[in-house]
């Protein structure tokens, strides 16, 4: 029998089916007790709404492969950064033409600095590699990304945003 960490290792994600839910960080550990199967996941965001797909896929994956007794649990803390993102996943958005996020803002104790314009790092182009590209909105397809455009290859593109 495969082993239920293994198994929970490939599960994609819904909303980026190219990515396993390991590949973004929000499978968190996998534990085979005497009498179940726990997994633990951290969601993007607390109100995803594919979280419910994500809890569904793993069980079914997990019984499927021969765990008849699946826990799922979610954990929102620490909260899911963009930094959990592994480096082959970051790989695998950029393949799919999906520009993957930069490093996550770091936040501090205490005060939170006011700033009058949003200060954004430079997207990079995930087809031609142009160093600077253009919003178009700040929501794509999920709430996680944005939709882009090139000025160099003028292909439109999402951008998962640095979280």
């Not at 994956?61 to 765990?67: E, K, N």
């Not at 600095?113 to 949003?118: A, I, S």
């Given at each position: 029998m495969v082993t239920a960490a293994a198994v929970a290792a490939l599960v994609t994600d819904p909303e980026l089916p190219m990515l396993t839910l390991a590949d973004l960080g929000i499978l968190r550990s996998v534990e085979e007790l005497a009498d179940r199967v726990v997994v633990t996941i951290t969601p993007t965001y607390s109100g995803c709404p594919a979280l419910r797909t994500m809890r569904d896929d793993l069980a079914g994956?997990?019984?499927?492969?021969?765990?008849p007794r699946v826990e799922v649990r979610t954990v929102l803390s620490p909260?899911?950064?963009t930094d959990?993102?592994?480096?082959a996943g970051r790989d695998k958005l950029a393949a799919a033409g999906i520009s993957p996020p930069g490093p996550a803002p770091h936040r501090t104790a205490g005060p939170v600095?006011?700033?009058?314009?949003?200060v954004r790092p430079p997207v990079p182009c995930p087809r031609c590699r142009h160093g600077d590209t253009e919003e178009i909105t700040a929501f794509g397809a999920t709430a996680c990304r944005s939709l882009?455009?090139?000025?160099?290859?003028?292909?439109?593109?999402?951008?998962?945003?640095?979280i």
């Open positions: 994956a997990l019984r499927a492969a021969g765990h909260a899911w950064t959990w993102i592994t480096p600095p006011l700033t009058l314009f949003p882009r455009r090139c000025p160099a290859c003028r292909e439109p593109f999402e951008h998962v945003k640095e």
